[in-house]
């Protein structure tokens, strides 16, 4: 190693001293826990068996969140709040699964998800030589970025042909670390019992990310294998008691993404700009299925799904950018930066390393110039989202795996096509004022008189050419689909029209969006190399929704001068109930009050704990020492928002549903008792 290298590595892990984990932060890889930090403080080393097990025993939602498995015959435990998409798929004006619940009686009542993967973590693989080795001296940041993503292609096909199971590289430490996950796949995934929306959301968007909390926001899959059950060695065994007051315990889930390596201009953008828009889009969004809601109770089942979607995330992104707008933070960042800044300039030798935030800083420019630019429609309408995948499919699959785009290579086919085959009904009604909305912002931004918009309008307003899309298109039945994939596509249909008229420009804006996300990957893979150099992996990367460990311990705190306790229990469900007068979204279910007698009113029901959590981590297992399952992630408070950025254990928590509430809403509640003799066997 050189000496400039030397020097920049030392100063640099003298910088991350300055903001490293403090506490029990971090969202830490199975494959390199912290160990010798756990013993030291906790006096517990987990095993690499004790590893293994968790990780075995825990499953990602291809539709966003976490789960685990709870028996040896398949059956998952998640939230409601991450099965509810499978939840409104599975409904009809008949059947409201979402909002009335779901309970199958026995194993031919369970109904089969649409278009549901869960996946188990079973190896790892460092491939991180075999990526890099691919992009050479001298290529530009757009060939890198291709070089790049051919090398990850093969590696995953590679891996495909040979294991049969799915292969995703993962870029961790910013691009300082590649590795190869394989998962097995599981995609008959059947409803077994799900509560009442009043049950598993009491409090509604009110107390969401606040706490005291009282929500049963559980749910239970099963998974099959050919028409069976599926037998599954590894399954957490169930604590009843769950776990004591200042007792360690362990989060095993997928966080989405997180950025603490973030420079302060990449955080000074995403508080100036792209925080500010995204919220705007949220709140446009959600008056839009508020007014479609309106019309009558069918449309209101309809979008409710994607609205308390829209809600959560507003409620979030409004914590983060608050967490951002606070001087006090990014002073200290900034200060931070100087001083590290200071030090490699002051030496002729460091001087050029600093150029690193110079380069993230232009990155930012470019970006928020960018803001607001699309060319699809893909979020907004599932009938565009479809035709796109099409056009682009038919492209793409004409040139070698290694060369398409990620989505499309061949280690990727076979979760693409369960989507796009996937049988979940689609609303026109719905479809059509969505559409419509998303071409009305499509020409706000754009003008009215860019040639692009006029192609898309085609001399009407965005209602008539959302209707006309909409009503014209056959893309909702599924064997038009198969049938357009295998035999060619049919021109005569509006939306593939729409979606061929937007090819180019959506190709490249993500040939942009791609060469930009290489330049910023370079440039904190240069500052996360320094840090693993000398540190090794004993720092955590941020989160990129793949498996990690947090943990913490169960503990309460004080919000304006009060001590808010850990725990919650079915009796300060009827109370917060009366203290809210039975009003709005403060009126539990029939079935709840009916059990009341039944039920024991001092079983815990929610509890909070210090462990680093973030989007994704959603219906993730809570386990003790002994690796069994104590409770279920389902949010985190109003304080723990700004994990995005840094993590603070002094009122931030993550707020969980008890396990002995779930084993007792299962008895003495829903007459579930089969189940909730499963849990844990």
Known sequence: MSLLRCSFVQSVFLWCLSISAIA???MWLFEDLPVDYLKSKYGFAPTEEWAEHVRLSSVRFNSGGSASFVSSQGLVLTNHHVAADTLHKLSSPKNNYAEDGFLAKNRDDEIKAPDLELNQLVSIEDVTDDVNQAVTPGMSPSEASKARQAAMAQIEKASLDKTLLRSDVITLYGGAKYHLYRFKKYTDVRLVWAPEAKAAFFGGDADNFEYPRYCLDVTLFRVYEDGKPAEIDHFLKYSANGAADGELVFVSGNPGRTQRIFTVDALKYLRDHRMPYILDLLRRREILLQQFGFEGKEQERRARDELFGIQNARKAYTGMLQGLQNPEFLDQKSAQETKLLATLNADAKLRSSATTWDTIRDVQNRQAELLGQSASFSRMSRLYSIAESLVLMEAEDKK??????????????ESFEQQLYSPAPIYEDLEQV??????????????????????????????DRAAELVG???LGDVPIRKAMAADGINDADPMIQLARTLNSEYRRLREIDEELTEIERQAYAKINEATVAIQGTS???????????????VKGYVEDGNQIEPWTDMAGAFSHQEFHESKGDWVLPDSWHNS???????????????????????????????AELVGVIFDGNIQSLTSDFF???????????HSGGVREALRNIYDAKHLADELGR
């Open 434 to 463: 969505k559409l419509a909305d998303s071409i009305a912002m499509f020409v706000e931004k754009r003008g009215g008189d860019d040639l692009l918009v006029q192609l898309v309008l085609q001399g009407k307003s965005p209602r």
């Open 596 to 626: 009341h007698d039944k039920i024991k009113l001092d079983t815990p029901l929610n509890f909070v704990c210090t462990a680093d959590i973030i989007g994704g981590n959603s219906g993730s297992p809570v386990v003790n020492k002994d």
């Open 472 to 474: 014209g298109t056959k």
């Open 400 to 413: 070698p795996s290694e060369d398409r785009l990620r989505e499309f290579r061949d280690s990727a086919r």
């Open 539 to 553: 720092t955590y990367p941020d989160a990129t929704f793949s498996l990690r460990l947090a943990f913490g311990t």
């Open 24 to 26: 029990d932060e971090g």
């Open 647 to 657: 993590y603070s254990d002094k009122v931030g928590r993550a707020v969980c549903v």
